[in-house]
T-cell receptor, first 115, second 115 residues
């Protein structure tokens, strides 16, 4: 149980275009989802926290207009990287938390490369 | 406020030798503590977690960790390293106040297993 999926697993896009990444909780309802960014050989940095049906809470330094997060249902959250630039290339990982759980379940990650 | 310090960004052990990965935490309230493993280009897999029950926690793949409040430590050990243990390991802390707070990750320790 507690499986989280991400789609796509990797994506290459041209500079200036937008990319959407999906995060789904497959067998539980995720009231809260988290989006992380991981640069090569570094730890995970929390970008934002989203609760179903409400606006996401962004960490300091994360541009909310650039990284659009939508958590429209209890099983799906999306991260859209708008007007992507090469410096946005990174590994993006989502996680999800159930209604009565302290634990986060992590997705497999999405490798974004902006050319 | 909470933080995690992982001592040693790289650790090398011989196959069959003891694995010891160090983690110290800081938290203003009683914490939840986690160890995750990450293989290249993959998401995080939970190895084990401490949630205020037994201080010696056993996880998957033969790993275990001991919560020592007096030392604010949560070191990860495995009696005998296997080649398949080569990966990146992250220690994480989550405080229990207010039900749940965001998880803070350490900077990671890359484990190399030498045949």
């Amino acid at each position: 149980g507690a499986v989280v999926s991400q789609h796509p697993s990797w994506v290459i896009c041209k500079s200036g275009t937008s990319v959407k990444i999906e995060c789904r909780s497959l067998d539980f309802q995720a009231t809260t989802m988290f989006w992380y960014r991981q640069f090569p050989k570094q730890s995970l940095m929390l970008m934002a926290t989203s609760n179903e049906g409400s606006k996401a809470t962004y960490e300091q330094g994360v541009e909310k207009d650039k990284f659009l997060i939508n958590h429209a249902s209890l099983t799906l959250s999306t991260l859209t990287v708008t007007s992507a630039h090469p410096e946005d290339s990174s590994f993006y990982i989502c996680s999800a938390r159930g209604v009565s759980s302290y634990e986060q379940y992590f997705g497999p990650g999405t490798r974004l490369t902006v050319t | 406020a909470q933080s995690v310090t992982q001592l040693g960004s790289h650790v090398s052990v011989s196959e069959g030798a003891l694995v010891l990965l160090r983690c110290n935490y800081s938290s203003s309230v009683p914490p939840y503590l986690f160890w995750y493993v990450q293989y290249p280009n993959q998401g995080l897999q939970l190895l084990l977690k401490y949630t205020s029950a037994a201080t010696l926690v056993k996880g998957i793949n033969g790993f275990e960790a001991e919560f020592k409040k007096s030392e604010t430590s949560f070191h990860l050990t495995k009696p005998s390293a296997h080649m398949s243990d080569a990966a990146e390991y992250f220690c994480a802390v989550s405080s229990r106040a207010g039900g749940y707070q965001k998880v803070t990750f350490g900077t990671g320790t890359k484990l190399q297993v030498i045949p």
